[in-house]
């Protein structure tokens, strides 16, 4: 398998590094003996809440679908999945006295990096937004994260898919602008009054 560091985002990836894995339940609210995330534990306390597990399975499935795994409502969710928001401020996925928001900022500090060397661009990384999560060989990361667009000076939020290992180099699967947004690059080619970035 050749990796990612130093290559262009997608160019050398596996196919599977691609593949949006399904959502998969592993714990349910009246299971007693397991490990309880703080957003679960939130949830539990909510008593409104009443979707049965399959009911919240198939919510965050669509929801998964819908955003490529990038945007989910966990507010709702009461059962343990795969899938999991990614928590700042935690250490799971690095050595104290690093925390998590440490490795995503490495992260996407290099995928925008990739970005900017694809597409002749100048965005400037700024911080992560939120984070999921799934296990696979390593850990698939989906981070939405705001950059600073140089031609308008305003930010804009980017998403990135980042195999991360513990063993192997990371590979940089993607890097993208936010679906709901236009690309000011595009803009300006099209507005004469808007410069461009040559």
Known sequence: ??????????????AWCWYLEDVFLLHTPDEPDWVRPN??????????????????CDLINEQIKAS???DVDWTKARCLYNYHPVVFDDDVF??????NLDLLNRLCEKSIGHYNQENMTA???????????????????????QVKDPVENLTKDFQARI??????????????????????????ENDPKKPRLE
């Not at 957003?39 to 919240?56: S, W, Y």
């Not at 690095?94 to 925390?99: A, G, I, K």
């Not at 965005?123 to 994260?145: Q, R, S, W």
């Open 1 to 14: 398998m050749v990796r990612m560091e130093g290559a262009l985002m997608g160019e050398e990836c596996d």
């Open 123 to 145: 965005y400037e990384f700024v911080k992560p937004l939120y984070a999921n999560c799934h296990g696979c060989t390593g850990i698939m990361f989906l981070i939405t994260f």
């Open 163 to 188: 195999h991360y290992s513990y063993c192997s180099k990371s590979q940089f699967i993607m890097c993208r602008p936010k679906h709901h947004q236009a690309d000011s690059l595009g803009v300006a």
């Open 68 to 70: 490529e795994g990038f």
């Open 39 to 56: 957003h679960v534990i939130e949830n539990e306390k909510n008593k409104a809440l009443q979707l049965t597990p399959k009911q919240e």
């Open 94 to 99: 690095v050595e104290e006295p690093e925390t």
